[in-house]
């Protein structure tokens, strides 16, 4: 039977693969030491489980919710942006709940793509930054770009080689998968470059609050007059461990949230009330459960650079997420990140993420996520530095099972 035509748009999703190899490992009796998807192990903060608990016992909240988030997680959000970036939120018009950033960015191409619009979207990047769009009938052009001085050049050539004009640009900073981060001067130029060529700015910063080495990222919304043609998108899955909580934000824009917020109703009654009566009371905190976290993923990065440069694999080390963005070793590299990650999951028991599921610009680098402990981050180093040892001077005799069946 033939495929529909969304499906049809989608390419093989390249991490089930990996994922069916690490479970046929596991199954076998392998020890996978698991740094591929991004599934925070670290557990919710116990005050906003026991707020949970607490609500949940009223029968009340049973019933359904409202889809745009109750009236406090919304002013719960506003303050947040006020404490953190300084920016003003009018909490009835420029905030909604989502049920995580990734429904957020699906529902709002939904809402604002017309068959044929093109989309500006860097590569590589998380999936449902392009694919949000493909599967609503959008056209993606890839930018090959990082947020320095070449940026507003490769946009410009974007705009200037599409038909029709771009309707959107996608930022991602931090950035999932590459780790890179983004100056408020770099928004500046951004906002000002949307604005003189109509154009609208999605920013997913998600990864806003895990940061290491330097002051904290910025908020887009944070440039004067970013407000006209900017929503972004939060999450709180990893500033407090609570990715299977799915509670997100969109905020910014009265317009685009006004069509988020209409696409919504159609589609959900919103997040279990206790959950969002939860999530209020963590973004009311006093900010201690968010610099735990963001410590344990400090000292993660630097278990991780360190042995695993020793172990023979150097790994830039991320100034924020919960990521590390990894060049595949030399004598690997033409494989490609497929076939590298079915190697260290048949051959040094670790599984990452192929770079090449962020985009074919990706090809030559795998991620890295600070999902396991520290000894566990040493005992894949040690791994890894057996692997490299036995195989690295004859990489071509070592091919994966898959390709051997």
């Known amino acids: 039977m033939e495929e529909f035509h969304k499906v049809r748009r989608l390419p093989p999703y390249v991490f089930e693969q990996v994922n069916r190899l690490k479970a046929s490992a596991r199954s076998r009796g392998a020890d996978i030491i698991d740094l591929g998807m991004g599934n925070p192990d670290l557990p919710t903060p116990k005050a906003i489980v026991d707020k949970l608990c607490e609500v949940v016992r009223d029968p009340r909240t049973h019933r359904y919710s409202a889809s745009r988030g109750i009236p406090g997680l919304r002013r719960a959000q506003a303050n947040y942006y006020q404490r953190r970036f300084g920016v003003k939120l009018n909490p009835d018009t420029q905030v909604v709940a989502t049920l995580g950033s990734k429904e ?35 056209v993606i052009r890839s930018l090959q770009v990082e947020p320095d001085d070449g940026f507003i050049p490769a946009v410009e050539r974007g705009i200037r080689h599409s038909i029709p004009k771009p309707l959107a640009l996608i930022l991602n900073y931090p950035s999932n998968p590459t780790a890179l981060v983004a100056s ?47 929503v972004e998108f939060t999450s709180m899955s990893k500033t407090f461990s609570m990715p299977g909580w799915r509670m997100g934000f969109a905020v910014g ?38 610099e735990e ?38 004598p690997f590299r033409h494989l490609g990140s497929l076939e590298f990650s079915k190697l ?32 566990r981050i040493r005992q894949a180093a040690r791994n890894i530095k057996k692997f490299l040892a036995t195989t690295a001077k004859q990489p071509n005799n070592v091919v994966p099972l898959a390709a051997r069946r």
């Open 344 to 375: 260290l999951i048949e051959h040094a028991d670790v599984a990452v993420a192929p770079g090449v599921g962020f985009g074919e610009h990706g090809d030559d680098y795998v991620r890295l996520a600070l999902v396991e402990n520290e000894h």
């Open 184 to 230: 408020l001067d770099f928004y500046k130029d951004v906002v000002a470059f949307a604005k003189k060529n109509d154009i609208i700015i999605l920013s997913d910063l998600a990864y806003s609050e895990i940061y290491f080495d330097g002051n904290p990222p910025p908020s887009v919304l944070q440039v004067p007059g970013a407000m006209d043609v900017c």
């Open 104 to 138: 957020g960015f699906a529902n709002m191409a939904q809402a604002i793509t017309a068959p044929g619009d093109v989309i500006l979207c860097p590569n590589p990047t998380y999936p449902i930054h392009a694919f949000g769009f493909i599967m609503s009938g959008g």
């Open 253 to 290: 824009n009265e317009r685009l949230i006004s069509a988020l917020t209409r696409v919504k109703s159609y589609l959900d009654y919103g997040a279990f009330t206790p959950i969002q009566v939860a999530a209020a009371h963590a973004l009311n905190g006093d900010g201690a459960d968010i």
């Open 293 to 330: 976290v963001r410590e344990v993923y400090h000292k993660r990065r630097d278990v991780m650079v360190d042995s695993f440069g020793r172990a023979g694999w150097t790994i830039p080390a991320p100034a924020a997420s919960m990521f590390a963005w990894a060049p595949i070793p030399e």
